[in-house]
């Protein structure tokens, strides 16, 4: 036995632009449509997932990640579950707590056990969600607000619950268009100051509640549809983002970020990008 054993990492996570220390990723070696549960995925259901391909883009998408240095941890992918590549849902990181949840839909569910062990492994220990449903996709946090989409994942119980579990942050429900599946797809904060929407998917009170923070970007429903809002900041002003959302790209860039492009659309015809791809465990300070 080892004198001196490695200390457990100790999840922290305050914002969604902090440096990102450590994430866990999956790669999308059984990723198929196997039934349609997205708007998305609709669309792709004749067409497919391409794996060589996926498992392709996402290698690139891993290397990318470990050449800013953050620490990628991958889960093992296994035959039962086509969608587990979408990491981020399966749980979050709150302050120093990480939690996981029940996934919603049926075809999901059992995805957050593989988590779970890979937490036990690592003694690390998280906030077990019991019979809440309440998806990563759905839950972003900025300091002491904590947003959350009122989606068909995400319930308003298990986010009331959320808030009784963390009486020092204001939850905040952000109800927004079933359609577009997680609040994600359709809002993400880049800075203190600064956040992509895409407005068509709230209504005005939401705008309003939101502009009352941030500097909105828009995304045009065109690149809505190629997850244009679905970033991947890794701090320093560096985010990841697709090369056929130009748009995103050009505004970001002309405020000054550093972008880094890959391209993972194979991966987005199930529904999910960057941010979707990757569930932070450690987010520090240190801009
Ligand atoms: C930003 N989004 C959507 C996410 N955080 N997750 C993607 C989940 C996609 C998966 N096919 C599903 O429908 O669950």
């Given at each position: 036995?080892?004198?001196?054993?490695?200390?457990?990492t100790?999840?922290?996570?305050?914002?969604?632009?902090?440096?990102?220390?450590q994430?866990?990723?999956?790669?999308?070696?059984?990723?198929t449509?196997?039934?349609?549960?997205n708007e998305?995925q609709k669309k792709?259901?004749?067409?497919?997932?391409?794996?060589?391909?996926?498992?392709?883009?996402h290698?690139?998408?891993?290397?990318k990640?470990?050449?800013h240095?953050?620490?990628?941890?991958?889960?093992?992918?296994?035959?039962?579950?086509?969608?587990?590549v979408f990491?981020?849902?399966?749980?979050?990181?709150?302050?120093?707590?990480?939690?996981?949840?029940?996934?919603?839909?049926?075809?999901?569910?059992?995805?957050?056990?593989?988590?779970?062990?890979?937490?036990?492994?690592?003694?690390?220990?998280?906030?077990?969600?019991?019979?809440?449903?309440i998806?990563?996709?759905?839950?972003?946090?900025?300091?002491?607000?904590?947003?959350?989409?009122?989606?068909?994942?995400?319930?308003?119980?298990?986010?009331?619950?959320l808030?009784?579990?963390?009486?020092?942050?204001?939850?905040?429900t952000?109800?927004?268009?079933e359609?577009?599946?997680?609040?994600?797809?359709?809002?993400?904060?880049?800075?203190?100051t600064e956040?992509?929407?895409?407005p068509?998917?709230?209504?005005?009170?939401?705008?309003?509640?939101?502009?009352?923070?941030?500097?909105?970007?828009?995304?045009?429903?065109e690149?809505?549809?190629?997850?244009?809002?679905?970033?991947?900041s890794?701090?320093?002003?560096?985010?990841?983002?697709?090369?056929?959302?130009?748009?995103?790209?050009?505004?970001?860039?002309?405020?000054?970020?550093?972008?880094?492009?890959?391209?993972?659309?194979?991966?987005?015809?199930?529904?999910?990008?960057?941010?979707?791809c990757?569930?932070?465990?450690?987010?520090?300070?240190?801009?």
């Amino acid at each position: 036995m080892a004198l001196f054993s490695k200390a457990p990492t100790k999840p922290f996570a305050r914002s969604e632009y902090d440096v990102l220390r450590q994430v866990i990723l999956c790669k999308p070696e059984y990723m198929t449509i196997r039934d349609v549960i997205n708007e998305t995925q609709k669309k792709f259901k004749n067409e497919g997932i391409h794996i060589e391909l996926a498992m392709a883009q996402h290698k690139q998408f891993v290397e990318k990640l470990k050449e800013h240095n953050v620490e990628v941890i991958l889960l093992p992918a296994l035959k039962m579950f086509p969608e587990q590549v979408f990491t981020r849902d399966i749980g979050f990181t709150m302050g120093h707590i990480l939690f996981v949840a029940e996934m919603a839909n049926k075809l999901r569910q059992g995805e957050e056990e593989v988590l779970k062990g890979w937490l036990e492994q690592q003694d690390i220990s998280y906030f077990n969600l019991r019979r809440d449903q309440i998806e990563g996709g759905d839950v972003l946090i900025d300091g002491q607000t904590i947003y959350v989409g009122l989606s068909d994942r995400t319930n308003q119980q298990a986010i009331d619950h959320l808030q009784s579990i963390l009486p020092h942050y204001n939850v905040v429900t952000v109800p927004f268009i079933e359609k577009y599946l997680h609040l994600d797809c359709v809002f993400n904060i880049i800075s203190p100051t600064e956040a992509l929407y895409y407005p068509h998917a709230f209504t005005q009170k939401e705008i309003d509640l939101l502009a009352s923070r941030y500097e909105l970007i828009e995304v045009s429903e065109e690149e809505q549809f190629t997850l244009g809002t679905n970033v991947l900041s890794i701090g320093h002003k560096k985010i990841f983002s697709l090369p056929v959302n130009q748009k995103v790209n050009d505004q970001l860039r002309s405020r000054g970020y550093e972008i880094i492009e890959v391209d993972i659309t194979e991966i987005i015809k199930s529904g999910g990008s960057f941010r979707c791809c990757t569930m932070p465990v450690v987010r520090d300070g240190d801009k």
